[in-house]
């Protein structure tokens, strides 16, 4: 099992920054990646980016150049973080993060509650 506990949501105005965090721990050492997904009002969710277990990072074209993900980690334990900068109206939505292991399916795939982030002046 992997525990995931996210934090750092709030109002910002448009143009403003807001770095989310993601604390997981549990089974750890063979999480493929890390990822983050948000959820707006009326929409399904979306995929945000991800970070392999190399380091690797990648991010949906609505948010690169924009969002940048980081992670510090320790044994039995990954921190990840969601840099975003340049925030716009429609980045407004609940921000979950997730830890998948392989073979990739429901099972091998952990969510945190998520945290909400409204961008509006």
């Known amino acids: 099992q992997v525990q995931l506990v996210e934090s750092g949501g709030g109002l910002v105005q448009p143009g403003g920054s807001l770095r989310l965090s993601c604390a997981a721990s549990?089974?750890?050492?063979?999480?493929?990646?890390m990822g983050w997904y948000r959820q707006a009002p009326g929409k399904e969710r979306e995929w945000v980016g991800e970070i392999s277990r190399s380091g690797t990072t990648s991010y949906a074209d609505s948010v690169k150049g924009r969002f940048t993900i980081s992670r510090d980690s320790a044994p039995n334990t990954m921190t990840i973080y969601l840099q975003m900068d340049n925030l716009k109206p429609e980045d407004t939505a609940v921000y979950s993060c997730?830890?998948?292991?392989?073979?990739?399916?429901?099972?091998?795939?952990?969510w945190g509650q998520g945290t909400q982030v409204t961008v509006s002046s």
């Open positions: 549990g089974r750890m050492f063979d999480i493929y990646s």
């Open positions: 997730n830890a998948r292991r392989a073979p990739f399916n429901d099972a091998n795939t952990y």
